[in-house]
């Protein structure tokens, strides 16, 4: 069966510090992956999508970056934390074009 | 017009009753459906998935899709205390969203009182 892992599960980082969130998939190969933040009150909202190793769609323009370095392997990154990147990053997988998202266990940033 | 309409709730229900979880759409392309269920601090989790109109059982979950008004629900049955969670709804034009990604609903937080 497939499985999504996210790292860490929380964060405390200050303004101005570098980020890295790292999102790995299991028992599959070539899955689409997404980066999704949820804000409270405000939904989620997708970040960056990949089809494939070194493919990767921003939708919507911000602080943050996104690379997938293997098959099943994307990552989250930013060079300098804003206050408004505080928030619940979510990573998700879907599998062939007929299969849902599914979403790893998040992690919640805050910036200070 | 918000592209996804969704009770924020709360929702509370006395332990056994039936939950009828609601959400409104404007946007007619969509095709797929789909609702999570999410703890607190964790990841949504997948409950329903759905293609185009008509009904969909699992369990003691029941989803609905209705094209026509633009309305989806889902009905949870026999409703337990592990049920209480934050549920959302999704659409998608294509399976797994695709380039566009799927198209949340900001969640009805449902509380079933034993």
């Known amino acids: 069966s497939q499985t999504i892992h996210q790292w860490p599960a929380t964060l405390v980082q200050p303004v101005g510090s570098p980020l890295s969130l790292e999102c790995t998939v299991e028992g599959t190969s070539n899955p689409n992956l997404y980066w999704y933040r949820q804000a409270a009150g405000r939904g989620l909202q997708l970040l960056f999508y990949s089809v494939g190793i070194g493919q990767i769609s921003s939708e919507v323009p911000q602080n943050l970056s996104a690379s997938r370095p293997q098959d099943r392997q994307f990552i989250l990154s930013s060079k300098k934390l804003l206050l408004s990147d505080s928030g619940f990053y979510l990573c998700a997988w879907s599998g062939d074009r007929n299969s849902p998202l599914h979403f790893g266990n998040g992690t919640r940033l805050t910036v200070t | 017009q918000k592209e996804v309409e969704q009770d924020p709730g709360p929702l509370s229900v006395p332990e056994g009753a039936i939950v009828s979880l609601n959400c409104t759409y404007s946007n007619s392309a969509f095709q797929y459906f789909m609702w999570y269920r999410q703890y607190s601090r964790k990841g949504p989790e997948l409950l329903m998935y759905?293609?185009?109109?008509g009904n969909k059982e699992d369990g003691r979950f029941t989803a609905q899709v209705d094209k026509s008004s633009k309305y989806i629900s889902l009905f949870i049955r026999d409703s337990q205390p592990s049920d209480s969670a934050t549920y959302l709804c999704?659409?998608?034009?294509?399976?797994?969203?695709?380039?566009?990604?799927?198209?949340f609903g900001k969640g009805t937080h449902l509380i079933i009182q034993p």
């Open positions: 999704a659409m998608a034009l294509r399976s797994g969203g695709g380039a566009d990604g799927l198209t």
């Open positions: 759905t293609y185009s109109s």
